[in-house]
């Protein structure tokens, strides 16, 4: 019988790591062709980045805009309002000094204040840090007594005044807003049982005034009571709970107003 030769072993590698070791190199080849894309994307970018600076100036280094402030990464929180609008305001006086030009909101709080220095009336006047409110703080017993919601005679002089001051800016004017203040002295009567009552009617009476006897426009005015709940000072002492019996006048100025009538 004829014997079978074996099959001599091969002495190389196995046939599959053949393939396996062309598959590894393959992705190896894929790897550092898509790093080598990345580096030459990223070398773009930064001549990009470069050529930005010196053309268009919005990027660090840009002269086109580079007096505008920039946001800080910390987000709004960062920028500083009170500083924003003191800049406004010196914006609006270097504008007033180059056109000849005073704003007559501004003129109407010189009036206001005037008035109420040269007759000695005890009331706090303020303008807001934006100049586009005006607020006049009357001690209660100025207008009313204690307890009513009648208006003093001499009371009623002092908003005559006040009227008149006001009609003569009215096109300024978007809003008289006048808020009723009282202090925490529970108060139980007949015409006024909580303090709502009588702050609010006390509100009504002085837009009631200037509507009735003065002619004021009716969309331009509005009354608000408070009560005890919005106060100024602590009403744990009686300076304090005097200061908080207070009527308010704010008077709001009107946006893109144009018209401004002379004062006689």
């Given amino acids: 019988m004829k014997r079978r030769r074996k099959r001599e072993k091969s002495g190389g590698i196995a046939e599959w790591f053949v393939t396996y070791s062309d598959m590894v ?42 007096d505008t402030p920039r946001m800080r990464k910390e987000g709004p929180s960062s920028v500083n309002l009170n500083e924003l609008i003191g800049n406004k305001a010196k914006q609006d006086k270097q504008g007033e000094k180059s056109t000849g ?3 007559p909101f501004l003129k109407l709080y ?33 207008l009313f007594d204690v307890g009513k919601a009648e208006l003093k005679p001499e009371a009623k002089e002092i ?8 009609l003569n800016y009215i096109d300024q004017i978007d809003r008289v807003r006048v808020e009723g203040h009282t202090d925490t002295q529970p108060i139980n009567t007949i015409f006024y049982p909580t303090n709502w009552e009588l702050s609010a009617d006390r509100a009504i009476k002085v837009v009631r005034y200037f509507q009735e006897k003065h002619g004021f426009p009716g969309n331009k005015l509005s009354g608000e009571g408070y009560g005890e709940y919005y106060p100024i000072a602590s009403n744990a002492t009686e300076e304090g709970r005097a200061k908080n019996r207070r009527v308010d006048v704010q008077i709001v100025k009107a946006i893109n107003a144009e018209k401004v009538q002379t004062i006689e």
């Fill in 101 to 103: 030009q005073v704003d």
């Fill in 25 to 66: 190199t393959l992705l190896l080849t894929f790897f550092v062709m898509l790093y080598s894309f990345s580096v030459i994307d990223a070398q773009k970018w930064e001549a990009l980045v470069e050529s930005l600076r010196g053309s268009i100036g919005i990027l660090q280094g840009g002269t086109s805009i580079g």
């Fill in 159 to 166: 908003l005559d005044r006040i009227a008149k001051i006001l």
């Fill in 110 to 142: 010189e009036q206001m204040s005037q008035y109420i220095v040269q007759n000695e009336i005890p009331a706090q006047l303020e303008l807001s840090p934006t100049q586009t409110e005006i607020l006049i703080r009357f001690k209660d017993y100025v």
